[in-house]
């Protein structure tokens, strides 16, 4: 099974070396902003002359927002606009002009319908203190080193990693991997370098194979497994603002940029910011870390894993709790889910996104007409269970698969039954707000255009 996965690994660069990456960086930056400048002329231009009633036929010519395109015109222009062009790789303009012409796309996708989500706006230009250095390496000589603890990349060289690539270089020895491209970027004060590569990974099955676990993801618990286990929320955030507050206050008590008058930034307030984008950094880590172990450890030990179709873009309009969803990665245990079970020779299975899973009695199906998100406890009036809400809700995720269609990594959405209107509660077009971590809305179903169905969860 051939899969493309990416290696990243910490780099320790010289002040040489590092000169030559934001070089390359600030490279990008020109040809993105030069080619854009081109394209929003031209448009305006077209647009200009459209107005004075010139035909289309004698219209300036457009600009192609396709990457070759951009790079023809880039080429042309290169030697009056960049003539340092030949001290840097060509990469680093292909890198800028790649992200403006997925931009374009994007943008041209989102208007016409064909791209869903949010709206994309038209793009904009790359600032030199706002934008991430990072560049692209496609060609030439990517390679890493015998020892394994150096990389060789174009024009940049050789470059000293933190930590060993054994692990990719033990693929690529063995001619199980083939390294497509490398990206060289800066993140949280530090230098990484992410390898794109095409692995040959061997088939693996789940140590359990037969086995199913829903997965209710939350606050209180980060996850419930239906098999009654617990996983705590470590909540790395909240324990990382005392020092962030401390590392902010000392920020805002340094000079630090102001582009009204063309004030720089001192020293200090660049040491200052430095040290509040370390603990930013330290926190994304960490959270990473720890769901990486828990959606492995999920996709290697159960055939079939159920979770949630949660609306998590709405659930963050929730102003009480939307750091404490940001900080738990909802959305990132599910994308991580998803590929991780394919791996490991299971599936997963996405539950409608308006099953009633904290409503039903996972003992009778009873399904409660109203629940408040402050019952924690479920109780269930037909029967008389007497359950954790939050385990309730993974047992009846689990009895889903039974009755759910299709098969591999991810499963047809559904359910056998949806929703009965009496569980609904009809409110004004706003986000709803249930299960603590779980909001959203759903479209009219009769009534006015201005109701809508909001899950009581």
């Known amino acids: 099974m051939k899969v493309i996965q990416a290696y990243r690994f910490a780099l320790d660069l010289n002040p040489g070396q590092e000169r030559a990456v934001l070089a390359h960086a600030g490279a990008a930056r020109v040809a993105h902003n030069w080619a854009l400048a081109r394209v929003k002329a031209v448009m305006g231009q077209r647009a200009a002359e459209r107005s004075y009633g010139v035909a289309d036929a004698g219209l300036t010519p457009a600009v192609g927002w396709s990457l070759p395109a951009l790079r023809r015109v880039w080429n042309a222009a290169k030697p009056d606009v960049a003539p340092w062009w030949s001290e840097v790789s060509k990469e680093a303009f292909n890198t800028g002009l790649d992200a403006l012409a997925r931009g374009l796309r994007n943008w041209a996708d989102s208007r016409s319908g064909k791209r869903a989500g949010r709206p994309v706006g038209f793009p904009r230009f790359a600032s030199r203190r706002r934008t991430t250095p990072s560049v692209r390496f496609t060609t030439g000589a990517i390679r890493v080193e015998p020892d394994r603890k150096h990389v060789v990349l174009p024009r940049l060289g050789r470059l000293k990693l933190h930590e060993s690539a054994r692990k990719l270089a033990r693929r690529v020895e063995a001619g199980t991997a083939r390294i497509m491209s490398a990206t060289v970027r800066r993140d949280g004060g530090r230098w990484h370098v992410a390898f794109t590569v095409e692995v040959e990974r061997a088939e693996r099955s789940p140590a359990r194979p037969g086995s199913v676990v829903g997965v209710d993801v939350g606050i209180r618990h980060l996850a419930v497994l239906s098999t009654g286990e617990l996983v705590d929320n470590p909540r790395h955030l909240v324990a990382a603002r005392g020092r962030m507050r401390a590392f902010g ?55 079939t894993v159920v979770v949630e179709d949660l609306n998590v873009a709405g659930m963050l309009r929730n102003r009480r709790l939307s750091r404490h969803i940001a900080d738990a990665g909802f959305a990132e245990i599910r994308r991580q889910l998803g590929y991780k079970t394919s791996w490991n020779g299971g599936r997963l299975v996405v539950a409608d996104r308006w099953y009633p899973s904290s409503k039903t009695c996972s003992a009778c199906g009873a399904v409660k007409t109203k629940l408040a998100l402050s019952e924690r406890i479920y109780t269930c009036t037909a029967c008389g269970l007497v359950l954790d809400r939050d385990l309730n809700a993974a047992r009846n995720l689990a009895a889903l698969v039974t009755a759910t269609a299709g098969s591999g990594p991810v499963a047809g959405r559904g359910a056998d039954r949806k929703t009965p209107l009496a569980g609904l509660v009809a409110v004004k077009r706003q986000p709803g707000t249930t299960q603590a971590g779980k909001t959203g809305t759903v479209p009219p179903q009769g009534g006015t255009t201005n109701q809508m169905l909001t899950r009581a969860h």
Do not use: I, N
Not at 273 to 296: I, M, N
């Open 249 to 303: 206050r000392a920020l805002s008590r340094r000079q630090g940029p102001d582009r009204r008058t063309g004030q720089r930034a001192s020293k200090r307030w660049e040491r200052a910011a430095a040290r509040l984008g370390r603990a930013h950094a330290r926190v994304a880590h960490l959270r990473r870390d720890g769901l990486h172990k828990l959606t492995t450890r999920l996709a290697r030990e159960h055939g």
